[in-house]
């Protein structure tokens, strides 16, 4: 199993480009079912990810065709010929279950195994399901599938949840659109992959207003048609490689990122003293002179993501003074923790906040990841440590982040990836 090992102690220097946001393209790929024409995608990112929704939907039917050598341009299309997304596939990937609205409102039935739990948390999918029953669709629970079925078309509702999900909005949403009638979403999430979503959505013929809102409201059409979508930058990757300078003390461009997609995550990096602004072609970030602790909780957007709270963290531990860093979306997702006090981090946990005081350096250790963000939080704490840090269990990190270690290389960090 690949591992990485970096040399710490280099300050980053140099530009690094942003692809395509992963958690964009995800639904966008699954959008492809709503329609028999071709969805043609481009800026998708190059990801373990991206490649297992691909199977996901060429189980389905719908062949995911690269459209240039660098499969940055993907186009999707074909008939449903199956209903299924079988455990082997979802287990692997949790948004694989964004297939289930579309195919319920595209073939009035899905057989969608059940996710399950994953390393970060429980992370039930009731939003979804009780949000697809309102608009007709009828479920049972049989040998871990899901089970859906409509009589004729979905039918358009009024939809509250009762606290804010990504996913089940991306379902409902998707859903929404070929439905019958008026749908609206309230208490809608408000990510900007939501509003990529339903901009690709509207190219594609669905009637959606509030995009951007924390309430959507879609009006159904009978069927949807061919569109060309650029996918937004990965505004969590732009955030870690942020992270990256500035735990370094450093300065690095970030080519293609946008700072009005990186809400609270701008606030809170000023206040730890790391300067970022919007420039011509992407944004520019500094360390200004040392990092100071700062206090940080998650939330949905535009509040700090808790895809940024590891890799926060791990800049926090060598930052001057305390931070106090409260998980509100997750209740599992401390579990980098361990792995940066054996670094040297003084960090502790207690129920869902955690206490970091900082300390003057870290030291380099073998460390293992957890999950994608963890993996990245480990690796900034190697940029920053004394000495070797190799962090083992990268297959999480490939799931997200594409080319870690060129990318880190080319702007002077000593990073390698090791086979076996
Ligand atoms: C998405 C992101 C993930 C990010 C998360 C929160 C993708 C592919 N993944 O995940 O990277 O960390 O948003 O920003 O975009 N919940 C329920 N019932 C439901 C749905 C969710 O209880 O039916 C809970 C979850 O357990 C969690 C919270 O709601 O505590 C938010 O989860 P949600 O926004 O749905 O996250 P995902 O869409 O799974």
Do not use: W
């Amino acid at each position: 199993m690949d591992r990485i090992r970096i040399r710490g102690g280099r300050p980053l220097s140099g530009e690094i480009p942003i692809g395509g946001a992963k958690n964009a393209a995800l639904p966008l790929m699954a959008a492809g079912l709503l329609t028999d024409e071709r969805l043609v995608l481009s800026n998708v990112p190059r990801l373990a990810d991206i490649r297992t929704m691909g199977q996901l939907l060429a189980q389905h039917g719908i062949a995911a065709d690269k459209q240039d050598d660098a499969g940055r341009i993907m186009s999707f299309g074909g008939r449903i010929t199956n209903t299924e997304a079988p455990y082997d596939i979802v287990r692997t990937m949790r948004a694989s279950f964004l297939v289930l609205g579309p195919l319920l409102a595209r073939t009035g039935e899905a057989r969608v195994s059940l996710p399950g739990g994953c390393e970060i948390g429980a992370r039930p999918v009731d939003l979804h399901i009780k949000g697809l029953e309102q608009m007709g669709a009828r479920f049972d629970l049989e040998g871990g599938y899901i089970d859906g079925r409509v009589n004729g078309r979905l039918q358009g509702a009024r939809i509250v949840f009762p606290f804010v999900s990504v996913g089940a909005t991306e379902n409902l949403l998707m859903a929404a659109t070929l439905a019958e009638g008026r749908t609206v979403l309230v208490n809608a999430a408000r990510e900007p992959e939501i509003s990529d979503l339903a901009h690709c959505l509207t190219a594609m013929g669905a009637q959606i207003t509030g995009i951007g809102s924390d309430t959507l409201t879609i009006e159904g059409v009978p069927a949807l048609h061919a569109a060309d979508h650029a996918i937004i930058p990965d505004r969590i990757e732009t955030g870690s490689y942020a992270c990256a300078a500035a735990i370094s003390g450093g300065s690095v461009f970030l080519r293609h990122a946008r700072l009005d997609h990186l809400g609270a995550t701008v606030r809170v990096l000023r206040e730890a003293g790391v300067d970022i602004t919007e420039q011509p072609g992407g944004v520019m970030v500094k360390r200004l002179n040392g990092l100071h602790g700062a206090d940080v909780m998650t939330e949905p957007y535009p509040g700090f993501p808790t895809d940024m709270q590891a890799q926060f963290m791990a800049m926090l531990s060598v930052a001057e003074g305390a931070s106090m860093v409260t998980e509100t979306i997750f209740e599992n997702r401390f579990m980098h923790v361990p792995e940066l006090n054996r670094m040297g981090a003084r960090i502790n946990v207690h129920g869902s906040s955690a206490i970091v005081r900082g300390v003057p350096s870290l030291s380099g250790a073998p460390v293992m990841a957890s999950d994608l963000r963890a993996s990245l939080s480990l690796i900034l704490a190697g940029l920053a440590a004394k000495g070797e840090t190799v962090v083992n269990r990268v297959y999480h990190l490939d799931r997200g982040y594409e080319a870690v270690e060129q990318k880190l290389a080319a702007c002077g960090a000593d990073i390698q990836r090791l086979g076996g």
